[in-house]
């Protein structure tokens, strides 16, 4: 195949959970392009050097070696015009700009603080130290502190969700009257937390939850039947 | 003139510091459509009786009675189509509709939190016994006690602003390319605070501040102008 994406894996290769990989699965399914995705570990920085970083997702089209998810989704935006479009325009590409900092800038950082000691249990022993160490680093703690308080935070971060809710309330998607790439970005960090953690983020008659249920069946439950808990 | 629009004032009729007016008087702007503005108090209900409930903005345009901002927004875009655009299409207009959200459940709290006791000095005297009864319900506690740590909290709110930051840094206004409706939403917070309070919200070096400052010209300098404070 001539389309391959380097995506980060737990122990168990079947085990998917890079927030950043889920928005390009989306969005490359959204557009209806095969891909073949190839298991990648935290500290296997060698095999994607010839992206020039050390993050995934790495997308290799035809030649075109990509990374950083935004600009992965431009470019199948601009390379892919005659699939259905992801964005449905220019406008609609620049406001969702935002919507992707929000969602690396506030909603990440949340599920983090709610998961990330999970992600220990579900990586491969090797990758253990570096994920520790770089995490606890970050975030000036002990992954173990840092998600101490998880059960009180919890209800907190349901009120950051409110412009998720908002937005739902008012639309059946987060990109309009069908699904898009505003929606495969939110989702995505719903979807890293279900591949790693039990911890449930969200309460069953929250919109948000139902409308995280509509786009775990898309493309055939794509996510839905990927490596997880049921949350 | 056929259109006009009920616009909250404080003891001088000059002084307009609602950010949901300030978003549809920037819309109207941006569509070149000339409108009347007439000053209106929290406790003149009466007034604005007519539109079936009790806020401002009211647009009556040609006749038609208008409430809501995003409605009032949308409506605007749809009417006069032919006027240069608030939103750049449906898909813009979407994903806009997220932005709209964060504003108002994630972005006006922190600016309440920062400036609203200083409202209370701005507006006639017959109204603050409405104004401080109602927001004391709401924020269940005084307006002074509510503000008090605005000291130390104005660096948590500047850490909200992040998705704001990312996304200029990545295009020049949040609705990209030119302004937009996108950008309204947020700077009428802003200039909801910058027309009621001295308190500063934003350094000089932060990206968001250059971005205000360049809102505040558009229209031949509407918003600057404004009766407001040098913040």
Same mark, same amino acid.
């Given at each position: 195949m001539s389309r391959i994406l380097y995506d980060l894996a737990g122990a168990d290769p079947a085990r998917r959970f890079s927030p950043? %990989?889920?928005?390009?699965?989306? @969005?490359?399914?959204?557009?209806?392009?095969p891909v073949e995705t190839i298991p990648w570990r935290f500290t296997e920085k060698e095999k994607i050097a010839f992206s020039g970083q050390g993050l995934v997702p790495v997308l290799v089209d035809h030649g075109h070696v990509l990374h950083?998810? =935004?600009?992965? @989704? %431009?470019?199948?935006?601009a390379r892919y015009p005659d699939r259905p479009s992801l964005f449905g &325009?220019? *406008?609609? #590409?620049?406001?969702?700009?935002?919507?992707?900092? =929000?969602?690396?800038?506030?909603?990440h950082p949340w +599920?983090?603080?709610?998961?990330? /000691?999970?992600?220990?249990?579900? +990586?491969? #022993?090797?990758? $253990? &130290?570096y994920f520790r160490e770089s995490r606890e680093k970050r975030f000036?703690?002990?992954?173990?502190?840092?998600? !101490?308080? /998880?059960?009180?935070?919890?209800?907190?971060?349901? $009120? *950051?969700? #409110?412009?998720?809710?908002?937005?739902?309330?008012a639309q059946p998607w987060l990109a309009? @009257?069908?699904? &898009?790439?505003?929606?495969?970005?939110?989702? &995505? !960090?719903? #979807?890293? @937390?279900?591949?790693?953690?039990?911890? /449930?983020?969200l309460e069953e008659g929250d919109p948000v939850f139902a409308w995280r249920a509509r786009v775990m069946e898309l493309f055939g439950g794509l996510a839905r039947d990927a490596l997880g808990y049921e949350v």
């Open positions: 950043f %990989c889920w928005r390009i699965r989306m @969005a490359l399914a959204h557009k209806g392009l950083e998810s =935004w600009d992965i @989704a %431009c470019w199948l935006e &325009g220019p *406008a609609g #590409q620049a406001a969702t700009r935002f919507l992707n900092s =929000w969602a690396d800038s506030a909603l +599920i983090a603080r709610l998961v990330v /000691r999970d992600i220990l249990d579900v +990586i491969r #022993q090797e990758d $253990k &130290g000036g703690t002990t992954l173990e502190e840092w998600v !101490a308080e /998880r059960d009180r935070l919890v209800v907190e971060f349901r $009120k *950051a969700l #409110q412009p998720v809710r908002l937005t739902l309330r309009g @009257a069908a699904p &898009g790439y505003a929606d495969y970005i939110v989702f &995505g !960090a719903f #979807q890293w @937390a279900r591949c790693t953690s039990p911890f /449930r983020l």
